[in-house]
Protein backbone atom coordinates (compact mmCIF):
# COMPACT_ATOMS: atom_id res chain seq x y z
CA UNK A 1 0.00 0.00 0.00
CA UNK A 2 1.42 3.40 -0.74
CA UNK A 3 2.17 5.98 1.69
CA UNK A 4 1.37 9.88 1.18
CA UNK A 5 4.58 10.60 0.21
CA UNK A 6 4.38 7.77 -2.54
CA UNK A 7 0.86 8.64 -3.84
CA UNK A 8 2.42 12.54 -4.07
CA UNK A 9 4.74 10.86 -6.31
CA UNK A 10 2.35 8.98 -8.41
CA UNK A 11 0.12 11.68 -9.15
CA UNK A 12 2.64 13.92 -9.80
CA UNK A 13 4.49 11.43 -12.32
CA UNK A 14 0.53 10.79 -13.79
CA UNK A 15 0.19 14.62 -14.31
CA UNK A 16 3.65 15.26 -15.43
CA UNK A 17 2.95 12.10 -18.50
CA UNK A 18 -0.41 14.07 -19.16
CA UNK A 19 1.09 17.48 -19.71
CA UNK A 20 3.65 16.36 -21.71
CA UNK A 21 1.19 14.03 -24.12
CA UNK A 22 -0.83 16.86 -24.31
CA UNK A 23 1.97 19.61 -24.99
CA UNK A 24 3.39 17.06 -27.84
CA UNK A 25 -0.27 16.98 -29.64
CA UNK A 26 -0.58 20.69 -29.40
CA UNK A 27 2.66 21.54 -30.86
CA UNK A 28 2.20 19.03 -33.45
CA UNK A 29 -1.70 20.23 -34.56
CA UNK A 30 0.67 24.13 -34.38
CA UNK A 31 2.44 22.80 -37.32
CA UNK A 32 0.22 20.92 -39.03
CA UNK A 33 -2.95 23.59 -38.30
CA UNK A 34 -1.45 26.53 -37.66
CA UNK A 35 1.62 28.11 -39.27
CA UNK A 36 -0.41 27.73 -42.80
CA UNK A 37 -3.04 30.25 -41.49
CA UNK A 38 -0.26 32.83 -40.31
CA UNK A 39 -1.06 32.30 -36.89
CA UNK A 40 1.83 31.13 -35.03
CA UNK A 41 5.11 33.81 -34.32
CA UNK A 42 7.06 31.15 -32.48
CA UNK A 43 6.59 27.62 -30.49
CA UNK A 44 7.19 27.21 -26.95
CA UNK A 45 8.67 23.32 -26.61
CA UNK A 46 9.76 23.13 -23.42
CA UNK A 47 7.36 25.68 -21.46
CA UNK A 48 8.17 26.18 -17.44
CA UNK A 49 4.90 24.86 -15.12
CA UNK A 50 3.90 23.78 -11.98
CA UNK A 51 3.78 20.26 -11.82
CA UNK A 52 0.34 20.14 -10.26
CA UNK A 53 -2.47 22.64 -10.48
CA UNK A 54 -6.21 22.79 -12.05
CA UNK A 55 -4.68 23.51 -15.30
CA UNK A 56 -2.22 20.76 -15.80
CA UNK A 57 -2.18 19.05 -19.71
CA UNK A 58 -3.78 22.08 -20.77
CA UNK A 59 -1.97 24.08 -23.46
CA UNK A 60 -2.54 27.86 -24.05
CA UNK A 61 -1.65 30.03 -26.63
CA UNK A 62 -0.73 33.55 -25.80
CA UNK A 63 -0.71 36.88 -28.07
CA UNK A 64 2.62 38.14 -28.58
CA UNK A 65 2.09 41.48 -27.33
CA UNK A 66 2.57 39.74 -23.86
CA UNK A 67 5.92 39.50 -22.22
CA UNK A 68 6.66 35.50 -21.37
CA UNK A 69 10.11 35.45 -20.24
CA UNK A 70 13.14 34.52 -22.79
CA UNK A 71 11.26 35.70 -25.75
CA UNK A 72 11.11 38.61 -27.66
CA UNK A 73 7.57 40.68 -27.11
CA UNK A 74 7.25 40.69 -30.88
CA UNK A 75 3.96 42.85 -31.35
CA UNK A 76 3.73 42.12 -34.70
CA UNK A 77 6.63 43.84 -35.98
CA UNK A 78 9.29 42.80 -37.31
CA UNK A 79 12.38 44.35 -35.58
CA UNK A 80 10.64 43.51 -31.81
CA UNK A 81 10.35 40.56 -33.11
CA UNK A 82 14.20 39.81 -32.99
CA UNK A 83 14.62 42.33 -29.85
CA UNK A 84 15.66 40.87 -26.85
CA UNK A 85 13.79 38.43 -24.64
CA UNK A 86 11.41 39.29 -21.96
CA UNK A 87 13.08 39.39 -18.21
CA UNK A 88 10.22 38.28 -16.39
CA UNK A 89 6.46 36.53 -17.51
CA UNK A 90 3.55 39.29 -17.81
CA UNK A 91 1.18 38.41 -14.24
CA UNK A 92 -0.98 36.43 -16.14
CA UNK A 93 1.38 34.47 -17.65
CA UNK A 94 3.06 34.00 -13.95
CA UNK A 95 -0.57 32.52 -12.51
CA UNK A 96 -1.12 30.35 -15.85
CA UNK A 97 2.50 28.93 -15.50
CA UNK A 98 1.72 28.31 -11.71
CA UNK A 99 -1.96 26.55 -12.41
CA UNK A 100 0.22 23.79 -14.53
CA UNK A 101 -0.87 25.35 -18.11
CA UNK A 102 1.68 25.21 -21.11
CA UNK A 103 2.27 28.28 -22.51
CA UNK A 104 2.99 26.57 -26.00
CA UNK A 105 3.06 29.37 -28.78
CA UNK A 106 2.98 33.31 -29.34
CA UNK A 107 0.64 34.01 -31.91
CA UNK A 108 0.65 36.83 -34.57
CA UNK A 109 -1.59 40.18 -33.89
CA UNK A 110 -2.02 43.14 -35.89
CA UNK A 111 0.99 45.49 -35.45
CA UNK A 112 0.97 46.81 -32.05
CA UNK A 113 -3.18 46.03 -31.24
CA UNK A 114 -3.31 49.36 -33.54
CA UNK A 115 -5.61 48.09 -36.17
CA UNK A 116 -3.51 47.32 -39.27
CA UNK A 117 -0.90 44.32 -39.85
CA UNK A 118 2.46 45.32 -40.45
CA UNK A 119 3.23 44.56 -44.76
CA UNK A 120 6.02 42.25 -44.18
CA UNK A 121 4.19 39.77 -42.00
CA UNK A 122 1.08 38.48 -43.29
CA UNK A 123 -2.05 38.67 -41.78
CA UNK A 124 -3.60 35.42 -39.86
CA UNK A 125 -6.18 33.52 -41.84
CA UNK A 126 -9.46 31.94 -40.78
CA UNK A 127 -9.68 28.14 -40.35
CA UNK A 128 -13.10 28.39 -41.28
CA UNK A 129 -12.75 30.04 -44.70
CA UNK A 130 -9.00 30.25 -45.57
CA UNK A 131 -9.70 33.38 -47.94
CA UNK A 132 -10.80 35.40 -45.22
CA UNK A 133 -9.07 37.17 -42.30
CA UNK A 134 -9.34 35.90 -38.89
CA UNK A 135 -9.78 39.55 -37.39
CA UNK A 136 -7.64 41.48 -35.01
CA UNK A 137 -5.90 42.51 -33.34
CA UNK A 138 -6.27 38.85 -31.40
CA UNK A 139 -6.40 37.06 -34.94
CA UNK A 140 -3.73 34.16 -34.29
CA UNK A 141 -4.96 33.41 -30.70
CA UNK A 142 -8.46 33.00 -32.67
CA UNK A 143 -6.84 31.24 -35.43
CA UNK A 144 -5.71 28.61 -33.19
CA UNK A 145 -9.27 28.06 -31.64
CA UNK A 146 -11.25 27.95 -34.17
CA UNK A 147 -8.60 25.20 -36.08
CA UNK A 148 -8.15 23.12 -32.93
CA UNK A 149 -4.94 23.80 -32.02
CA UNK A 150 -5.73 24.41 -28.59
CA UNK A 151 -9.14 24.88 -26.38
CA UNK A 152 -7.57 28.55 -24.64
CA UNK A 153 -5.87 31.22 -25.49
CA UNK A 154 -4.99 34.65 -24.15
CA UNK A 155 -5.68 37.60 -26.65
CA UNK A 156 -6.31 41.72 -25.88
CA UNK A 157 -9.30 43.84 -26.33
CA UNK A 158 -9.02 47.88 -26.39
CA UNK A 159 -11.73 48.28 -28.57
CA UNK A 160 -12.96 44.80 -30.07
CA UNK A 161 -9.60 43.01 -30.61
CA UNK A 162 -11.04 39.75 -28.63
CA UNK A 163 -14.48 39.56 -29.77
CA UNK A 164 -14.22 40.44 -33.07
CA UNK A 165 -11.96 37.77 -34.16
CA UNK A 166 -13.76 35.04 -32.26
CA UNK A 167 -17.25 36.09 -34.03
CA UNK A 168 -15.08 35.99 -37.51
CA UNK A 169 -13.88 32.59 -36.27
CA UNK A 170 -16.78 31.12 -34.93
CA UNK A 171 -15.14 30.77 -31.40
CA UNK A 172 -15.85 32.54 -27.45
CA UNK A 173 -14.20 35.55 -26.70
CA UNK A 174 -14.33 37.32 -22.93
CA UNK A 175 -13.35 40.50 -22.24
CA UNK A 176 -13.11 40.36 -18.08
CA UNK A 177 -14.39 43.83 -15.85
CA UNK A 178 -11.50 46.66 -16.96
CA UNK A 179 -8.74 45.84 -14.66
CA UNK A 180 -9.83 42.35 -13.54
CA UNK A 181 -7.14 40.38 -14.98
CA UNK A 182 -3.87 42.43 -15.18
CA UNK A 183 -2.38 44.09 -17.84
CA UNK A 184 0.85 44.41 -16.60
CA UNK A 185 3.87 43.19 -19.02
CA UNK A 186 1.26 43.93 -21.94
CA UNK A 187 2.30 46.38 -24.59
CA UNK A 188 0.11 48.94 -24.17
CA UNK A 189 -1.99 50.86 -26.53
CA UNK A 190 -4.39 52.70 -24.77
CA UNK A 191 -4.37 52.00 -20.99
CA UNK A 192 -7.52 53.81 -20.13
CA UNK A 193 -9.22 51.09 -22.72
CA UNK A 194 -6.90 47.61 -22.85
CA UNK A 195 -7.83 44.52 -21.37
CA UNK A 196 -6.75 41.09 -21.21
CA UNK A 197 -9.37 38.12 -21.85
CA UNK A 198 -9.66 35.09 -23.30
CA UNK A 199 -10.54 33.15 -27.09
CA UNK A 200 -11.86 29.68 -25.71
CA UNK A 201 -13.39 26.81 -27.23
CA UNK A 202 -16.38 27.02 -25.16
CA UNK A 203 -17.66 29.30 -22.48
CA UNK A 204 -16.88 26.30 -19.80
CA UNK A 205 -13.37 26.55 -21.25
CA UNK A 206 -13.32 30.44 -19.90
CA UNK A 207 -14.83 29.23 -16.70
CA UNK A 208 -12.23 26.78 -16.03
CA UNK A 209 -9.25 29.25 -16.47
CA UNK A 210 -11.01 32.19 -14.78
CA UNK A 211 -9.96 30.82 -11.24
CA UNK A 212 -6.22 30.23 -11.82
CA UNK A 213 -5.88 33.98 -13.50
CA UNK A 214 -8.02 35.96 -11.00
CA UNK A 215 -7.73 33.52 -7.97
CA UNK A 216 -10.85 35.82 -5.98
CA UNK A 217 -13.26 34.07 -8.23
CA UNK A 218 -12.00 30.68 -7.24
CA UNK A 219 -15.11 30.47 -4.96
CA UNK A 220 -17.31 32.57 -6.97
CA UNK A 221 -17.13 29.87 -9.87
CA UNK A 222 -17.51 27.24 -7.94
CA UNK A 223 -20.96 28.31 -5.74
CA UNK A 224 -22.17 29.12 -9.51
CA UNK A 225 -21.58 25.53 -10.87
CA UNK A 226 -23.50 23.95 -7.31
CA UNK A 227 -26.49 26.34 -7.97
CA UNK A 228 -27.13 26.47 -11.44
CA UNK A 229 -29.54 29.28 -12.27
CA UNK A 230 -33.18 28.09 -14.02
CA UNK A 231 -33.50 31.13 -16.41
CA UNK A 232 -32.53 34.77 -17.20
CA UNK A 233 -33.83 37.99 -18.60
CA UNK A 234 -32.17 39.85 -21.75
CA UNK A 235 -31.92 43.21 -22.41
CA UNK A 236 -32.42 43.34 -26.26
CA UNK A 237 -30.56 45.90 -27.97
CA UNK A 238 -33.33 46.80 -30.67
CA UNK A 239 -31.37 49.80 -31.75
CA UNK A 240 -28.25 47.91 -32.30
CA UNK A 241 -30.04 45.12 -34.59
CA UNK A 242 -32.14 48.35 -36.46
CA UNK A 243 -28.34 50.23 -37.40
CA UNK A 244 -28.84 50.67 -41.21
CA UNK A 245 -24.65 49.95 -41.13
CA UNK A 246 -25.59 46.37 -39.72
CA UNK A 247 -25.39 43.77 -42.78
CA UNK A 248 -29.32 42.42 -43.26
CA UNK A 249 -28.03 38.56 -43.11
CA UNK A 250 -25.86 39.21 -39.74
CA UNK A 251 -29.24 40.92 -38.79
CA UNK A 252 -31.84 38.34 -39.67
CA UNK A 253 -29.04 35.49 -38.13
CA UNK A 254 -28.99 37.58 -35.17
CA UNK A 255 -32.85 37.55 -34.44
CA UNK A 256 -33.14 34.27 -35.35
CA UNK A 257 -30.65 33.89 -32.59
CA UNK A 258 -32.87 35.67 -30.06
CA UNK A 259 -35.96 33.74 -30.95
CA UNK A 260 -34.20 30.12 -30.76
CA UNK A 261 -33.40 31.72 -26.76
CA UNK A 262 -36.65 32.51 -26.29
CA UNK A 263 -38.20 29.30 -27.85
CA UNK A 264 -36.24 27.66 -25.25
CA UNK A 265 -38.04 28.50 -22.29
CA UNK A 266 -34.94 29.76 -20.25
CA UNK A 267 -34.48 33.28 -21.17
CA UNK A 268 -36.60 36.18 -21.33
CA UNK A 269 -36.25 38.76 -23.69
CA UNK A 270 -36.78 42.94 -22.92
CA UNK A 271 -35.81 45.71 -25.28
CA UNK A 272 -33.20 48.08 -24.30
CA UNK A 273 -32.49 51.56 -26.10
CA UNK A 274 -28.88 51.20 -27.32
CA UNK A 275 -28.46 55.05 -27.25
CA UNK A 276 -26.28 55.14 -24.35
CA UNK A 277 -23.98 52.43 -26.03
CA UNK A 278 -23.89 54.21 -29.01
CA UNK A 279 -22.69 57.58 -27.17
CA UNK A 280 -20.14 55.40 -25.34
CA UNK A 281 -18.93 54.03 -28.85
CA UNK A 282 -18.35 57.97 -29.40
CA UNK A 283 -15.97 58.53 -27.15
CA UNK A 284 -13.45 55.44 -27.74
CA UNK A 285 -11.91 57.39 -30.91
CA UNK A 286 -10.54 60.55 -28.46
CA UNK A 287 -9.07 58.35 -25.79
CA UNK A 288 -7.64 56.22 -27.91
CA UNK A 289 -5.73 58.69 -30.13
CA UNK A 290 -3.94 60.50 -27.43
CA UNK A 291 -3.42 57.62 -25.40
CA UNK A 292 -1.85 55.75 -28.11
CA UNK A 293 0.55 58.75 -29.45
CA UNK A 294 1.28 58.87 -25.74
CA UNK A 295 2.49 55.54 -25.89
CA UNK A 296 4.32 55.49 -29.56
CA UNK A 297 5.58 59.15 -29.22
CA UNK A 298 9.37 58.58 -28.87
CA UNK A 299 9.85 56.13 -31.75
CA UNK A 300 7.68 58.06 -34.10
CA UNK A 301 9.84 61.34 -33.53
CA UNK A 302 12.86 59.08 -33.50
CA UNK A 303 12.51 56.46 -36.01
CA UNK A 304 9.25 56.70 -37.50
CA UNK A 305 10.28 53.94 -39.99
CA UNK A 306 10.71 51.09 -37.28
CA UNK A 307 6.53 51.23 -37.75
CA UNK A 308 4.54 49.76 -41.32
CA UNK A 309 3.43 52.63 -43.45
CA UNK A 310 -0.24 51.85 -42.30
CA UNK A 311 0.39 52.09 -38.23
CA UNK A 312 2.82 54.71 -38.82
CA UNK A 313 0.10 56.43 -40.58
CA UNK A 314 -2.74 56.19 -37.81
CA UNK A 315 -0.03 57.31 -35.39
CA UNK A 316 0.69 60.27 -37.58
CA UNK A 317 -2.91 61.16 -37.33
CA UNK A 318 -3.02 60.89 -33.67
CA UNK A 319 -0.17 63.12 -32.86
CA UNK A 320 -3.14 65.77 -33.57
CA UNK A 321 -5.40 64.61 -31.35
CA UNK A 322 -6.11 66.94 -28.74
CA UNK A 323 -5.34 65.64 -24.68
CA UNK A 324 -8.38 68.04 -23.79
CA UNK A 325 -10.57 66.12 -26.32
CA UNK A 326 -9.45 62.83 -24.39
CA UNK A 327 -10.30 64.41 -20.55
CA UNK A 328 -13.70 65.72 -21.87
CA UNK A 329 -13.90 61.80 -23.17
CA UNK A 330 -13.39 60.78 -20.00
CA UNK A 331 -15.53 63.10 -18.24
CA UNK A 332 -18.58 62.43 -20.43
CA UNK A 333 -18.28 58.72 -19.81
CA UNK A 334 -19.14 59.26 -16.02
CA UNK A 335 -21.89 61.22 -16.49
CA UNK A 336 -23.28 58.82 -19.38
CA UNK A 337 -22.73 56.00 -16.31
CA UNK A 338 -26.02 56.28 -15.29
CA UNK A 339 -27.35 55.52 -18.29
CA UNK A 340 -26.00 52.33 -19.00
CA UNK A 341 -26.34 51.00 -15.89
CA UNK A 342 -30.12 51.82 -16.02
CA UNK A 343 -30.22 49.35 -19.07
CA UNK A 344 -29.09 46.49 -17.45
CA UNK A 345 -32.26 47.54 -14.58
CA UNK A 346 -34.61 43.78 -14.11
CA UNK A 347 -32.35 42.57 -16.78
CA UNK A 348 -28.93 39.63 -16.37
CA UNK A 349 -27.29 40.90 -19.66
CA UNK A 350 -27.39 43.02 -22.56
CA UNK A 351 -27.39 41.35 -25.92
CA UNK A 352 -27.18 42.51 -29.46
CA UNK A 353 -24.70 41.55 -32.89
CA UNK A 354 -20.60 41.70 -32.63
CA UNK A 355 -19.68 43.22 -35.67
CA UNK A 356 -21.47 45.01 -38.47
CA UNK A 357 -20.55 42.61 -41.44
CA UNK A 358 -18.98 38.72 -41.61
CA UNK A 359 -15.27 38.26 -42.08
CA UNK A 360 -13.79 40.19 -44.81
CA UNK A 361 -10.63 39.18 -46.89
CA UNK A 362 -8.67 41.43 -44.86
CA UNK A 363 -8.65 43.67 -41.52
CA UNK A 364 -9.76 46.92 -42.86
CA UNK A 365 -7.32 49.93 -41.09
CA UNK A 366 -9.52 51.86 -38.37
CA UNK A 367 -9.53 54.93 -40.82
CA UNK A 368 -11.71 53.76 -43.70
CA UNK A 369 -15.05 53.54 -43.91
CA UNK A 370 -15.21 49.55 -43.36
CA UNK A 371 -12.99 49.79 -40.72
CA UNK A 372 -14.75 52.95 -39.19
CA UNK A 373 -17.74 50.58 -37.89
CA UNK A 374 -16.00 47.42 -37.25
CA UNK A 375 -15.95 48.12 -33.91
CA UNK A 376 -19.33 50.06 -33.11
CA UNK A 377 -21.12 47.71 -31.22
CA UNK A 378 -18.02 45.73 -29.42
CA UNK A 379 -16.07 49.62 -28.73
CA UNK A 380 -18.62 50.98 -26.19
CA UNK A 381 -17.83 48.09 -23.48
CA UNK A 382 -14.13 48.88 -23.55
CA UNK A 383 -15.08 52.54 -22.43
CA UNK A 384 -17.88 51.60 -20.00
CA UNK A 385 -15.20 48.48 -18.83
CA UNK A 386 -18.10 46.08 -18.62
CA UNK A 387 -17.77 42.78 -19.38
CA UNK A 388 -18.77 41.02 -22.52
CA UNK A 389 -18.31 37.66 -23.84
CA UNK A 390 -19.37 36.65 -27.90
CA UNK A 391 -20.30 33.15 -28.71
CA UNK A 392 -21.50 31.52 -32.08
CA UNK A 393 -24.99 32.02 -33.24
CA UNK A 394 -24.86 31.23 -36.82
CA UNK A 395 -23.76 31.38 -40.34
CA UNK A 396 -24.49 33.22 -43.36
CA UNK A 397 -25.01 31.30 -46.55
CA UNK A 398 -21.65 31.77 -47.63
CA UNK A 399 -20.49 29.54 -44.62
CA UNK A 400 -19.03 32.79 -42.09
CA UNK A 401 -19.45 32.39 -38.54
CA UNK A 402 -21.98 35.09 -36.93
CA UNK A 403 -21.15 35.61 -33.43
CA UNK A 404 -23.98 37.29 -30.66
CA UNK A 405 -22.45 39.68 -27.81
CA UNK A 406 -23.66 39.72 -23.95
CA UNK A 407 -22.58 41.96 -21.73
CA UNK A 408 -22.99 42.33 -18.37
CA UNK A 409 -22.77 44.41 -14.84
CA UNK A 410 -19.43 45.90 -14.05
CA UNK A 411 -17.41 42.44 -11.79
CA UNK A 412 -20.08 40.77 -12.33
CA UNK A 413 -18.13 37.85 -15.08
CA UNK A 414 -18.84 34.45 -13.08
CA UNK A 415 -22.67 35.27 -13.75
CA UNK A 416 -22.41 36.86 -17.33
CA UNK A 417 -20.25 33.78 -18.40
CA UNK A 418 -22.56 30.85 -16.85
CA UNK A 419 -25.88 32.97 -18.56
CA UNK A 420 -23.56 32.36 -21.88
CA UNK A 421 -22.99 29.27 -21.05
CA UNK A 422 -26.76 28.61 -21.22
CA UNK A 423 -27.08 30.70 -24.14
CA UNK A 424 -24.73 28.58 -25.96
CA UNK A 425 -26.05 25.53 -25.42
CA UNK A 426 -29.04 26.70 -26.61
CA UNK A 427 -27.61 27.91 -29.57
CA UNK A 428 -25.45 24.63 -30.24
CA UNK A 429 -28.56 22.74 -30.21
CA UNK A 430 -30.42 21.67 -33.16
CA UNK A 431 -32.58 24.36 -34.72
CA UNK A 432 -36.18 23.24 -34.08
Given at each position: MLDAEDENWSSEHRNRSLAERELSAAL??????????????SAIAHPRRATTGPLVG??????????????????????????????????????????????????????????????????ARNPVRPDRTAGGSS?????LVAAGVCRVAVGTDTG??????????GVVGYKPT??????????????????????????????????????????????????????????????????????????????????????????????????????MDELLGPILMVEAWRVHEAIMKTRPEHFGATTRRLLAEAEHAAPAARLAALERRERLRPDVDALLDGVDALVGPVVPYPAPELTPPVDTPEGEIEGIFTGPYNVTGQPAVVIPCGMTADGLPVGLQLAGRPGDDVALLRLAARAASVLASPAP
Open positions: DRLDRLGRPLNAVVTPIAVKDIIAVAGHPVGNGNPEDMVGPPAEHDAPVISLLRAAGADVFALTSLLEYAAGAPHPDLPEGGSAAGSIRIPAAYCFGLVSAEGVTPLSPSLDHVGLITATVDDCLSVLPSIVPALASEVASHEAAPRAGYRLGVLDGQLADPRLDPEIAAITRGALDRLASAGRFDLEPRDAAPLAA
